[in-house]
């Protein structure tokens, strides 16, 4: 494709190359575009820079990152997304007193917010299940052996007490049956309809005559059904009935003993380390892959979630935020590998929904052109752009939109110099805090980055610079999630700014460094902000004419943090 199409972009560009304004160039690029003469994909990188085309290039990074919305939430535990009614639900933690529930839909941007209904939270536990429009959960300190289900359309409430075993640890419904796993080696059957008791599913005849036996059974931690069978999935095996037996009809080991299992269909799904066994419950065959992580968590979906789909396709959260590993079911081909963020997954909708520790995300992938992509990357060649300030902050905010696709370090080295600033810096260790342990004070070793900017120019400036590390020596590649600074001073003309920040107790392999701000200031401006800042201010006038100028937000903050403590000396 790209040999057939580079002769008529040649041609094209070169003749677009005839107008005199930029302008004309820019409209007459995005006229074959809309003409279907070139794809979007088809302009290099850099044209679209030097024609500031930049909802083009905004389009092409929303298209291949998955047009990604994330909403922070405001602690840090959350369960899983499970899919209610279509849509993603994402519980707060059930310890936590008046917990919410965060909602989003495949096709709306906002975050929902939904207080959990009061009955349901007395018995919410960290088990859950979603059947339609109902969450069903259980395993809550208050009764350990009680669930309970929420219809979230009726707000109607019910609850359901274990007949045998002890400590729900899986929730599954089949048709009208709802079945919900114990330890003791028990699943307790009900009409789902009406909650009537049907039977007791046991691991063996054994009965739970004392703890020791209870505790040489198994828990049942997941639930599937296949062909009329309920399959039951402990920490080392597998269990059959059929609905009319109360004791296996089968028993076989699970492939990886204390391995994660779901259910799809007619398949069982085990993931340990880096491992994934997929089991066909109908034949008995089972096929294994190995994913280039360890695996986070696994789904298969029949959504039509990428472009070129067809049929199931399995889905991998790696750990460490590796990506997402998109394999074809039937084939177990790798199809995609898509570097996005999520610990725990769910598909519906053609979205994906994932979660992380303190993030809520959702991801389209429909509209990504993998191939095409790739190659329009290789036309991003920053040594050939010369920043101005336009496209330089440009870049940047692209860079944190998409932190793993559009790199601005080697612009930032460009645009220091174009401002006659140097940055050096070293590590450095030695003591960076103190810690007091039973009344002793104990003194906290560690390493700081120390760094050095030199202004070579007759300019004076207000400047922001983010500092991100990742990495540490003796560990491998990718063990440390990445970890940033953001330092903002004044410097003077031919003068020199230096400063320091701790980076932890272990000296990071790779550190990058860029402005996000530089302002220029005149002389008398830097001096006066200087003053209104100094020790030996007590005028609130001269701080107060700098509030008014609309300074960045971090020297806003110091001006009224300056005049507070002022105003707080005159009133003492």
Known sequence: MLKSILPVLLIFLSAINGYAEPGQKREKIRNAISKGILSLYDVPFNTYIRFRMWEEIEQILKANSGDAISHQLPGPYYSRPYIVNRQAWVFENSAVPGGSVYVMTPDKTNLIKREKNKDYAQYEGGVRAAFGSTVISGGSDKDVDTAVLWDTKTEKVRTVRLKDGHYISSIAVADNMLCIGSCGGKINAYRYDNLLFSKVYSTSSKENINWEVFNQKECITSIGFSEGKIIGAGDKTVFVWTPGAEIPVKTYPKTFINSVVSFYKHYMIEHKSDVVAIRDLMTQKTRKLKAQRAVEDAVITDEKILKQ????????????????SVYDLKTLLLTEQIELTGHKIAASGRCIFATDDSFFYRYYLPDREPEKFKTFLKTFRPENITPNEETYYRLLKLARDYPDIVKPYPLAQKFLEQ????????????????????????????????????????????????????????QEDGESSRASAKQSFMIDAHAEYKGNFVVGDKEPMQILFYPTEIITLSEEDYDGLNAALSMENQDVSIIDLYLAKQLPSVWQKRLVEKKQELLKKRKE
């Open 309 to 324: 789909q067809s049929g199931d396709i399995l889905i991998l959260a790696l750990k460490r935020d590796a990506g997402l």
């Open 419 to 474: 401002h006659h600033l140097d940055v050096r810096y070293s590590f450095r260790y030695g003591k960076i805090g103190e810690n007091i342990t039973d009344g002793k004070q104990e003194d906290i070793f560690g390493y700081k980055l120390f760094y050095e900017v030199s202004n070579r120019s007759d300019k004076r400036y207000l400047i922001t610079m983010d500092f991100t590390w990742s990495g540490y020596y003796g």
